[in-house]
């Protein structure tokens, strides 16, 4: 297991479904009132936000090129999700200093969508104080660990799903939950 000594000069990229907000079985959350936090979310990264230089969220959100639903419907949810977050803030940064989204299908193999790692570039490229060998993804999905490895950063499979043994080299640490990735970040 790679060492994980974590200090103010880091950045984290979270993944949205499956990690910030319930993930929906074959759908995809199209209105706030579809949105649910997962537990513990919200205080946990309102805490995670105290020793992070940077968090970014990095979401692939192809129900908008499938004409699910639209970009205003997507920036809707996240303003909703900001403005709670927001509640729990214990210092003066934003919790969340950016969203970045990819809406392209998957079959576009798009630069943006995870595991391409064009998010990452974005992200750098408007905060330039970035260095992706201080930065560390968390995500629900083996693409999300694929592209945290192919942007050169450590990563966190969250949840409980399975894991391939093929896939295993592209996951550094496991946190099942909230309370697992506070444990493993702030311990
Ligand atoms: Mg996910």
Redesign the pocket.
Known sequence: MPNLSIDPSWTLFL?????INV?LVEDYVKTWEEFEFMPDAQASIAQLRTIFKYIFVV?NQQGIGKGLMSEADLANIHQNMLAKLAEHNPTLLPIIDKIYYCPSLKSSNDICRKPNIGMALKAQKEFPEVDFQKSLII???IS?MEFGKNAGMLTVFFGESLVLQEDEEKVDFRSRNWEEVIKLLLS
Request: a negative charge; zero cysteines; glycine letters at 18%.
């Open positions: 993944d949205r479904d499956g990690v993930r979401t995500g629900d999905s999300d």
